[in-house]
């Protein structure tokens, strides 16, 4: 019997398992994290004598959580991706049963602090364990996919991200109608523990040999570009290569191809080179290696543009899905189960299709990225055009007008990090998608939920341990008001990556043009 090396069983491994094992954990995550807890906040401020703030704030203690590992998974772990990336969900799985021990405490007008405490700590231990997910697993895909596929293979991760919560809804809404919220998180926890082993085996590397990825054609460049300079004189060469380094390295941010590939010259051959792709290395210590990654994306303004947009977008959605079920119960008069199921079947469903529609989009058109950068901030301006919608009385009218509208805030996801991608060097990209996921945290997911637990509180006119009565036309007049600020800034700021991108366009043509011009000027004086 023929024995298969550890590279061919590689490429025997077939990829929709892979996609199909990675979404695995992106759905246990966002069905719980976005989906079920949120649905189950009316219930949580009941049983254990919270208010909206220290609901929020358990949300925003996951975020919190995760990232302050973003960074450091980004830079070391990626060439061990699905060994990282299966510890982290059985970790996650073991937070959400940590979750339900929670309701073992006794519970009084003053022993509710126990409570709170346990579910922090399962919070952030949730966050520790879901950190690697949408740092990784962008980067594993982008490493070993090609360009087409890659648009499609992020806009089913991005898509089953945005159905979890769906199914999360769902589930909680008949936990807090018919079962325990309890019983519901203990399966959801065993299950992920389950499938943590499966995605633990998938294999470092499944890129097949001669299929071009995300970078390719700038080594392709790299190469042309060295062929022409190979024969010409020393001195000057040698100037046009220190000019093209340092812009390489400071004006584009090394995004190009000349900080990133490493050029080596074949034996014998004097025109002839070869570009090798240089991976990321585990190594043991962050210092100058780590500072340099850093400094190298921050320096690349479209990706830090592109990053700040993220996390505004990022700030509002996070606000609005941890007390969508709240604000539906209470300004509509709705059971808090019933609640949960409508934001399952129209609002996530919605999401989930904007995500699925914007990456087969882009696949199809085989995009630009002047084409991904108008599709983030024309789609976002349409999205605040519904933000009306939050001072609707018809709870019917209201849902169906939210579909689109979450349809339109999520069909540039696919967009936005393929944007991220592109603009920073693959060497960098781990590092870059660490950077990211620290930003939108920090500026988004984080303070998101704790505002607007604030915002809940400040309305309230009736307390009884929990809020018993808020002010319904103040909540409605604070949410259209958030909707629309909110998406101007983030239109905005995604409208700069116009500028940004088309300078280092220009830029870069300049770039080529020197080199053209000074390999014509060789080739006359030879």
């Given at each position: 019997?023929?024995?298969?090396?550890?590279?061919?069983?590689?490429?025997?491994?077939?990829?929709?398992?892979?996609?199909?094992?990675?979404?695995?954990?992106?759905?246990?995550?966002?069905?719980?994290?976005t989906?079920?807890i949120?649905?189950?906040?009316g219930?949580?401020?009941?049983?254990?004598?919270?208010?909206?703030?220290?609901?929020?704030?358990?949300?925003?203690?996951?975020?919190?959580?995760?990232?302050l590992?973003?960074?450091?998974?980004g830079y070391?772990?990626v060439?061990?991706?699905?060994?990282?990336?299966g510890?982290?969900?059985?970790?996650?799985?073991?937070?959400?049963?940590?979750?339900?021990?929670?309701?073992?405490?006794?519970?009084?007008?003053?022993?509710?602090?126990g409570?709170?405490?346990?579910?922090m700590?399962?919070q952030?231990?949730?966050g520790?364990g879901?950190s690697?997910l949408?740092?990784?697993?962008?980067?594993?895909?982008?490493?070993?996919?090609?360009r087409?596929?890659?648009?499609?293979?992020?806009g089913l991760f991005?898509?089953?991200?945005?159905?979890?919560p769906?199914?999360?809804f769902?589930?909680g809404?008949?936990?807090?109608s018919?079962?325990k919220?309890?019983?519901?998180?203990?399966?959801?926890?065993?299950?992920?523990?389950?499938?943590?082993?499966?995605?633990?085996?998938?294999?470092?590397?499944?890129?097949?040999?001669g299929?071009v990825i995300?970078g390719?054609?700038?080594?392709?460049?790299?190469?042309?570009?060295r062929?022409?300079?190979?024969?010409?004189?020393?001195?000057?060469q040698?100037?046009?290569?220190?000019?093209?380094?340092d812009?390489?390295?400071?004006?584009v941010?090394?995004?190009g191809?000349?900080?990133?590939?490493?050029?080596?010259?074949?034996p014998?051959?004097?025109?002839e080179t070869?570009?090798?792709?240089?991976?990321?290395?585990?190594?043991?210590?962050?210092?100058?290696?780590?500072?340099?990654a850093?400094?190298?994306?921050?320096?690349?303004p479209?990706?830090?543009?592109?990053n700040l947009a993220?996390?505004?977008?990022?700030?509002v959605v996070?606000?609005?899905?941890?007390?969508?079920p709240?604000?539906l119960?209470?300004t509509f008069?709705?059971?808090?189960?019933?609640?949960?199921?409508?934001?399952?079947i129209?609002?996530?469903?919605g999401?989930a299709?904007?995500?699925?529609?914007?990456?087969y989009?882009?696949?199809r058109l085989?995009?630009s990225?002047?084409?991904?950068?108008?599709?983030?901030?024309i789609?976002?301006?349409m999205?605040?055009?519904?933000?009306?919608?939050?001072?609707l009385?018809n709870?019917?009218?209201?849902?169906?007008?939210?579909?689109?509208?979450?349809a339109?805030?999520?069909?540039s996801s696919?967009?936005c990090?393929?944007?991220?991608m592109?603009?920073?060097?693959?060497?960098h990209r781990?590092?870059?998608?660490?950077?990211?996921?620290?930003?939108f945290?920090?500026?988004?997911?984080?303070?998101?939920?704790l505002?607007?637990?604030?915002?809940?509180?400040?309305?309230?006119?009736?307390?009884?341990?929990?809020?018993?009565?808020y002010?319904?036309?103040?909540?409605?007049?604070?949410?259209l008001?958030?909707?629309?600020?909110?998406c101007m800034?983030?239109?905005?700021l995604?409208?700069?990556?116009e500028?940004?991108?088309?300078?280092?366009?220009?830029?870069?043509k300049e770039?080529?043009?020197?080199?053209?011009?000074?390999?014509?000027?060789?080739?006359?004086e030879?």
């Amino acid at each position: 019997m023929r024995r298969f090396s550890i590279r061919e069983l590689e490429l025997r491994f077939p990829r929709w398992l892979i996609i199909l094992l990675t979404s695995t954990f992106v759905f246990f995550q966002s069905a719980t994290q976005t989906g079920f807890i949120p649905s189950t906040i009316g219930v949580l401020q009941d049983s254990f004598n919270l208010t909206s703030s220290e609901t929020g704030s358990l949300v925003s203690g996951y975020d919190f959580a995760s990232m302050l590992l973003a960074a450091p998974i980004g830079y070391l772990c990626v060439p061990l991706a699905p060994r990282f990336l299966g510890i982290g969900m059985a970790v996650m799985a073991i937070s959400i049963i940590t979750f339900t021990f929670a309701n073992l405490l006794p519970v009084g007008p003053d022993s509710s602090g126990g409570a709170y405490a346990v579910l922090m700590l399962s919070q952030i231990l949730f966050g520790f364990g879901s950190s690697p997910l949408y740092v990784i697993v962008p980067v594993y895909y982008a490493a070993n996919m090609g360009r087409s596929f890659l648009s499609l293979a992020l806009g089913l991760f991005y898509a089953t991200a945005a159905f979890g919560p769906a199914v999360g809804f769902i589930l909680g809404g008949l936990a807090v109608s018919m079962w325990k919220w309890w019983a519901a998180m203990l399966l959801l926890g065993f299950s992920a523990f389950v499938f943590s082993f499966f995605l633990f085996l998938c294999p470092l590397d499944f890129h097949r040999p001669g299929e071009v990825i995300l970078g390719d054609d700038d080594v392709e460049m790299e190469n042309t570009r060295r062929e022409e300079d190979d024969d010409s004189d020393t001195g000057s060469q040698v100037a046009l290569e220190d000019a093209l380094d340092d812009f390489g390295s400071s004006a584009v941010g090394s995004g190009g191809s000349i900080a990133d590939r490493i050029v080596k010259k074949r034996p014998g051959r004097k025109s002839e080179t070869s570009v090798e792709y240089q991976k990321p290395r585990f190594v043991v210590c962050l210092t100058s290696n780590a500072w340099n990654a850093v400094m190298v994306t921050l320096r690349e303004p479209t990706f830090m543009v592109n990053n700040l947009a993220i996390a505004t977008q990022t700030f509002v959605v996070s606000s609005l899905t941890t007390f969508f079920p709240l604000f539906l119960s209470m300004t509509f008069n709705l059971d808090e189960g019933l609640a949960a199921i409508f934001m399952g079947i129209t609002v996530v469903p919605g999401a989930a299709g904007g995500i699925i529609l914007g990456g087969y989009i882009m696949k199809r058109l085989d995009a630009s990225m002047s084409q991904h950068i108008k599709m983030t901030y024309i789609t976002t301006f349409m999205a605040g055009v519904f933000s009306f919608i939050f001072y609707l009385e018809n709870h019917i009218v209201f849902l169906v007008l939210l579909a689109p509208m979450m349809a339109l805030v999520f069909i540039s996801s696919v967009s936005c990090n393929t944007i991220a991608m592109r603009v920073v060097p693959p060497v960098h990209r781990g590092i870059a998608v660490g950077i990211q996921s620290i930003t939108f945290r920090l500026l988004g997911s984080v303070p998101g939920p704790l505002i607007m637990g604030g915002l809940f509180d400040a309305a309230c006119i009736e307390w009884d341990g929990a809020c018993l009565l808020y002010d319904i036309p103040r909540l409605r007049l604070t949410w259209l008001i958030f909707c629309v600020v909110c998406c101007m800034i983030t239109g905005i700021l995604f409208s700069l990556q116009e500028i940004t991108w088309g300078r280092r366009t220009r830029r870069e043509k300049e770039l080529r043009a020197r080199v053209t011009q000074h390999s014509a000027r060789t080739g006359d004086e030879l």
